[in-house]
């Protein structure tokens, strides 16, 4: 098993920024894949970011050039640092990691972290 756990939501103007960080603990030799999901009010959860142990990282068309996802392998902790914030960006932000990739049925997912953007 792989625990996940998120930290460095918050309340933020639009235009600022912040840094989520996830933190694995367990089973993390398995790990091939982590990334980031959001979910709004009403609306689906959806994918923002991922990247491999390999380094590769794939973003979402809506947050490319604004936010960026990185990892310390090391430090088993993945980081999305997210600039130019935008009310639109209002969301519980979620971390996964899977053995193979990251996709909507990832293996282990956090509980989330609460991030309000404020016009």
């Known amino acids: 098993q792989v625990q996940l756990v998120e930290s460095g939501g918050g309340l933020v103007q639009a235009g600022g920024s912040l840094r989520l960080s996830c933190a694995a603990s367990g089973s993390i030799f398995s790990i091939r894949a982590m990334g980031w999901y959001r979910q709004a009010p009403g609306k689906q959860r959806e994918l923002v970011a991922t990247?491999?142990?390999?380094?590769?990282?794939n973003y979402a068309d809506s947050v490319k050039g604004r936010f960026t996802i990185s990892s310390v392998n090391a430090k088993n902790v993945v980081y999305l640092q997210m600039n130019s914030l935008k009310p639109e960006d209002t969301a519980v932000y979620y971390c996964?990691?899977?053995?193979?990739?990251?996709?909507?049925?990832?293996?282990?997912w956090g509980k989330g972290t609460l991030v309000t953007v404020s016009s």
């Open positions: 990247i491999t142990t390999g380094g590769i990282t």
């Open positions: 996964a990691a899977d053995r193979i990739f990251i996709s909507d049925n990832a293996d282990y």
